[in-house]
């Protein structure tokens, strides 16, 4: 196991399962301690445990990207615990069904609940974080994306995501 993250925290959103949990435990089996971020504690702290098990020191930490009272309380929690973040990872996400449909089906309520995911979470979740992140030499931060949300894709007719009105 390589160890050039030891010392390194690193908070991954949605990190109890898919790309997050793979990250973190990437990211663990550098060295870094990884917070796995999980809106159900119950989810984060089943894939901490297998982390764990791998030798990875890994914490669970209840983070609703949609609820800035729980990010408020990861970031007092990592404040007391570490004093420091290096490394955030935005990776919590959402696609579901109802924004697959063309625009002029879309209900209203999916695309403001895909907002408040996908966008104003990030953007609660950095602003709330930037402080700890200052304090580490060398914080970074990795927003996760999509192909959907590529403007170079999305305006060139060839490449299809464009959808029917
Ligand atoms: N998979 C792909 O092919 C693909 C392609 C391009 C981009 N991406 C991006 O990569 C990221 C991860 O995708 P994935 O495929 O690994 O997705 P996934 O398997 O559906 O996992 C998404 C994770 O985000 C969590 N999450 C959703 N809403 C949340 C919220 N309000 N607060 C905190 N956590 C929340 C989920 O928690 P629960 O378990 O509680 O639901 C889960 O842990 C997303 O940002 C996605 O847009 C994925």
Do not use: W
């Amino acid at each position: 196991m390589s160890e050039d993250l030891e010392g390194k925290i690193a908070l991954i959103t949605g990190a109890n399962k898919g790309i997050g949990y793979e990250i973190a435990r990437q990211l663990g089996s550098r060295g870094a301690t990884v917070l796995v971020g999980a809106r159900d504690i119950g989810r984060g702290e089943e894939a901490a445990n297998k982390l764990r098990l791998n030798q990875i020191d890994a914490r669970t930490i209840q983070l609703d990207v949609i609820d800035q009272k729980t990010i408020d309380s990861a970031s007092k929690q990592i404040e007391s615990e570490f004093g420091k973040l290096d490394i955030l990872v935005n990776n919590a996400g959402i696609l579901s069904d109802g924004d697959r449909l063309p625009p002029s089906q879309v209900d209203i309520e999916t695309l403001r609940h895909t907002y408040e995911t996908n966008v104003f979470g990030v953007f609660a979740v950095t602003k709330t974080l930037l402080p700890l992140l200052k304090k580490s030499t060398a914080g970074r931060i990795v927003n996760l994306s999509s192909g959907l949300g590529s403007l170079t894709q999305n305006s060139d007719p060839n490449i299809g995501l464009l959808f029917d009105f």
